[in-house]
């Protein structure tokens, strides 16, 4: 077992400023509504599930005017993260009018002045994401669910939580390349330059595979934008690997230069294994977890 304190110069670790923590729930207990479990773009209303509004987990001193996680505010509003300076970045929470009609996670939305305004025609515990500067539309996105320290999504879902601690959204994972779609809302990377990476999410990263969904998913990041940036080459900072590969320490795959700390390595499915010499296809996620096929036989070319 290697234990590494080095996941950003193995390009695992998002924007500078980024908390990462992931836990999944079962769809069951997120109340996705009619859509796809663990699909973001299928409609569909989230409930706090197993996790209360207790008035006791409630720290709206933390965020400014209210407690995003527990949703505080009166009736008719909703805590919605905003940036209090005006500016393109969220650094604080606040109490927004709830719109007449709010959308759903998935469902297209329209923000208010700006997109980081807080003020939007999402419903209570989403956010309108990646709003267009100039239309001022786009898509609900649902926050995550139970605490900070204890937070929840539903399942091939991640909670992305920014500087400041909000915003704290439910990412879904990507779908490597080449794997089909694994549902009908399938998660690609773009715009090009991106691929979808192993990312780490949890608190101590320590490269054991196969791995917890619970503290690992899958993520969009700059690819190499170079095809020869594949198997064996050295990966690190600010040098991902093209699509169809992801960054492993050197410990867990043979490395063009035996001096490197990481290089990459390609994705493989269990079921039909096809890796290069001197590798063999591997598990990437433990078993026990209701996720779908194309994760419960999603592989990686590592070491014999």
Known sequence: MKRLGFAAALGLSLAAGCTCMSRTVPAEATGTGGGSAGDPTSG????AGPFPDLPGNCHPERYGDCDPWCQDCPEGQKCAPWSSDGGPIWDAARCVPLAPAPKGVGKPCTAVGSGTSG???CEKRAMCWNVDPETLEGTCIGLCRGTADAPACPRQHSCVVLSGGVPMVCSPWCTP???PPWEEGDVACGPPGMACHLRFYGSELVWEFPVSPM???LGCLPDASYPDVTQGVTCEAGAYCYHGYTCVPSSLVPCNDPDADACCTAWCDLMAPDCPAGTACKPVFEDGF???PVFDNL???LGL
């Open 290 to 292: 209701d996720l779908s």
């Open 119 to 121: 003020v939007d025609d």
């Open 177 to 179: 390349w080449p794997f």
């Open 299 to 301: 592989g990686l070319c």
């Open 44 to 47: 569909g209303s989230q409930t």
């Open 215 to 217: 503290e690992w998913g």
